[in-house]
């Protein structure tokens, strides 16, 4: 019987360079797509999921994320004594249970396979996901119930993908492809960011994962690959062999909120569904043309 998924972990200690200004005293976590930051909507879709404990790997600067799902007691009071009921309701809402949400910190920006390896003491030897909450995606129900889902019935390792243009495979990890079972695929290779030319395929990592403990011992002895740091993909590419390794081709849109394009198409996407605002965001982007 494969162990359940009940962790997560969410890196987040990025300084966030390309949303500069903003990001200078603001976590790019907290950027708000409408009126909820990154960092909730991947808290949100972990839940959704049935995971139980959120762990977040921090850097410097980064207290208002966990502030952010604290209780803000003046806020609170100020709402109640005026009477503004769904606007305290909205204030509480992102609140979880005590002890769900923990943190630790990732001392030195050495990549993503590092802030992983961070959390390796609250891991504690479970099988955890992965979510990056740069890469905001949206479907029902979300990616992460999604895999959560296909790994009870498979095991192992796993991770999300999406089919990119061959001169986009330099931005992502990508599988070598193997069987496929509908949206399932085996992973026989995982190569970071190669050349077009010499891409197994077109179908790129994105940024969610299922990981063995096993990983965690990987990325301990793992030295700097591409770009200078801890490369999350090259520690899992040892795995592959030695336990099952499979890819799903998630239901849903992903927005790589760490571009502002990206970042501006997540907010047009969320507001063109809201029923107040529709027909004001068509409406505005018609202008523009």
Request: charged share 25%; aromatic share 6%.
């Amino acid at each position: 019987m494969n162990r359940p998924i009940k962790k997560i972990v969410l890196p987040v200690a990025g300084l966030g360079t390309r949303f500069l200004p903003a990001t200078k005293a603001i976590p790019k976590e907290m950027l708000p797509v409408l009126d909820k930051p990154l960092i909730q909507y991947a808290v949100e879709e972990a839940v959704e999921a049935g995971i139980e404990e959120i762990i977040l790997v921090t850097g410097r600067n980064k207290q208002v994320m966990e502030d952010h799902f604290d209780h803000a007691y003046e806020l609170e009071n100020i709402l109640q004594e005026k009477g503004k009921g769904a606007a305290f309701d909205v204030a509480r809402s992102m609140l979880q249970e005590e002890g769900r949400i923990v943190y630790v910190r990732q001392m030195r920006p050495l990549g993503l396979g590092h802030a992983i390896w961070c959390a390796r003491h609250l891991v504690n030897g479970h099988p955890f996901a992965v979510a990056l909450p740069d890469d905001l995606i949206k479907g029902k129900p979300g990616a992460l119930k999604q895999m959560v889902n296909s790994y009870n019935e498979l095991g192992g390792n796993m991770v999300a993908t999406m089919d990119v243009a061959r001169e986009d495979t330099s931005k992502y990890g990508v599988i070598t492809p193997g069987s496929r079972d509908g949206k399932r695929i085996e992973v026989k290779g995982l190569v970071e960011k190669p050349h077009p030319a010499d891409a197994p395929s077109t179908s790129a990592v994105v940024g969610r994962y299922i990981l063995q403990p096993e990983v965690m011992d990987i990325l301990s002895d793992t030295k700097a690959g591409a770009g200078g740091e801890i490369q999350l993909t090259d520690a899992m590419a040892k795995l592959i062999g030695k336990q099952p390794f499979h890819a799903l081709e998630f239901e849903g849109r992903r927005f790589d909120c760490g571009s502002k394009l990206g970042w501006l198409q997540a907010n047009l996407a969320m507001a063109a569904e809201d029923p107040h605002m529709a027909a004001g965001v068509k409406a505005m982007i018609s202008s523009f043309k």
